[in-house]
T-cell receptor
Framework: KNQVEQSPQSLIILEGKNCTLQ??????????LRWYKQDTGRGPVSLTI?????NTKSNGRYTATLDADTKQSSLHITASQLSDSASYIC????????????FGSGTQLTVLP | EPEVTQTPSHQVTQMGQEVILRCVPI?????FYWYRQILGQKVEFLVS????????KSEIFDDQFSVERPDGSNFTLKIRSTKLEDSAMYFC??????????????FGPGTRLTVL
């Protein structure tokens, strides 16, 4: 069964600090991996998308890495801001389907002043 | 920037009643989706829709659910006889093109459905 596991479940950091969120997946075959940011009560917003041939992708202060061999990804946030407080969801897309996505449970990040 | 919109933002209904959740996808998008997220749980895929027909559906999407694109802009999810366990946030999403592996799904803000 395709699964996406994220860690930690929750994380609290101080404003200005960096943090790294982890994602392990067992989705096969693999098409791409996405990181989404979901504010409370809102829809997910795409941060990065990576195919199996890409091992890093940046979007401002967000940098995602992918190791397709070990089926692991990380999302690194630098110089965190209060507005970074949200759930960060790792989503993996299998190939050969109508773009069904397998969602992780998310890491709830809280940035404190 | 174009965005997916959903109405209503919150729907309260009695068990057994029919509800229709509405979505307006981004205008040049071709693929449409419905997802749900029960409070505190993962986002779950319900159904995908392309060329006026269902492409894929999950086991959650039983006979109580239906989708429709009644005109050129709206995409609706109907639940015929709501159950308590249908209470969730329902997200609509759309995607621009059929081919390619890195096209993004754009999510709407969601409709919170509460079944009493």
């Amino acid at each position: 069964k395709n699964q996406v596991e994220q860690s930690p479940q929750s994380l609290i950091i101080l404003e200005g600090k960096n943090c790294t969120l982890q994602c392990n997946y067992t989705v096969s075959p693999f098409s791409n991996l996405r990181w989404y940011k979901q504010d409370t009560g809102r829809g997910p917003v795409s941060l990065t998308i990576m195919t199996f041939s890409e091992n890093t992708k940046s979007n401002g202060r967000y940098t995602a890495t992918l190791d397709a061999d070990t089926k692991q990804s990380s999302l690194h946030i630098t110089a965190s801001q209060l507005s970074d407080s949200a759930s960060y969801i790792c989503v993996v897309s299998p190939s050969g389907s109508a773009r069904q996505l397998t969602f992780g449970s998310g890491t709830q990040l809280t940035v404190l002043p | 920037e174009p965005e997916v919109t959903q109405t209503p933002s919150h729907q309260v209904t009695q068990m057994g009643q029919e509800v229709i959740l509405r979505c307006v996808p981004i205008s040049n998008h071709l693929y449409f989706y419905w997802y749900r997220q029960i409070l505190g749980q993962k986002v779950e895929f319900l159904v995908s829709f392309y060329n006026n027909e269902i492409s894929e559906k999950s086991e959650i999407f039983d006979d109580q659910f239906s989708v429709e694109r009644p005109d050129g802009s709206n995409f609706t999810l109907k639940i015929r006889s709501t159950k308590l366990e249908d209470s969730a946030m329902y997200f609509c999403a759309s995607r621009v093109r059929l081919a390619g592996t890195t096209d993004t799904q754009y999510f709407g803000p969601g409709t919170r459905l509460t079944v009493l």
